[in-house]
């Protein structure tokens, strides 16, 4: 079976230092990776999406994620981040094979930044 | 364009009660999904449909109960609402295309 592990649940940084969300899925196929954002008191909005070929996806709002496959991992980075990066960040994983399957999804990791 | 909306947004109500969420999407997808969301578990599967009339269990499907009648619309109804369905309840609308989902604003139930 398909999981998500998002590592911490709660990540701060300062405006302007880098942003490192980590999340590890366990997938018997090949998987389709998606990184959701949640603004407080809204819905999740699409971030990124791996699916197939490069790697190293580009995202809205100056994210970026890198599908490692042999350590199954899916991380979220940003250089530089903005106080209004401050949200909930939630990983996702799909089976690549089912189509219309709903997606699994990790806990999720509150970030905060500081000025 | 609307997309995908859900209504009501915000929601009371008590132990014992019959309450109906309501998601109404203007895209056609095929795929629909009701997700749960609860601080420290994440978002968690109710529901979905592959298509009207077609709908399936996810994780946590007890007490709740779903209907496609039309493509657009995917109702989930709480037949006797406990404390423990206090929650918010995001409606979603998939296509085949990688799976990629959308996700309506969400509503809050509050069950007293």
């Known amino acids: 079976a398909q999981s998500v592990t998002q590592l911490g649940s709660h990540v701060s940084v300062s405006e302007g230092a880098l942003v490192l969300l980590r999340c590890n899925y366990s997938s018997s196929v090949p998987p389709y990776l998606f990184w959701y954002v949640q603004y407080p008191n809204q819905g999740l909005q699409l971030l990124l999406k791996y699916t197939t070929g490069a790697t190293l996806v580009k995202g809205i709002n100056g994210f970026e994620a890198e599908f490692k496959k042999s350590e199954t991992s899916f991380h979220l980075t940003k250089p530089s981040a903005h106080m209004s990066d401050a949200a909930e960040y939630f990983c996702?994983?799909?089976?690549?094979?089912?189509?219309?399957?709903?997606?699994?999804f990790g806990k999720g990791t509150t970030l905060s930044v500081s000025s | 364009d609307a997309g995908i909306t859900q209504s009501p947004r915000y929601k009371i109500t008590e132990t014992g009660r019959q309450v109906t969420l309501m998601c109404h999407q203007t895209w056609s997808h095929s795929y629909m999904f009701w997700y749960r969301q609860d601080l420290g578990h994440g978002l968690r599967l109710i529901y979905y449909?592959?298509?009207?009339?077609?709908?399936d269990k996810g994780e946590v499907p007890d007490g709740y109960v779903v209907s496609r009648s039309k493509t657009e619309n995917f109702p989930l109804t709480l037949e006797s609402a406990t404390r423990s369905q206090t929650s918010v309840y995001f409606c979603?609308?998939?296509?085949?295309?990688?799976?990629?989902?959308?996700f309506g604003p969400g509503t809050r139930l509050t069950v007293l």
């Open positions: 449909s592959a298509a009207a009339d077609i709908t």
């Open positions: 996702a994983v799909s089976d690549l094979n089912q189509a219309g399957t709903a997606l699994i």
């Open positions: 979603a609308t998939g296509t085949s295309d990688y799976n990629e989902q959308f």
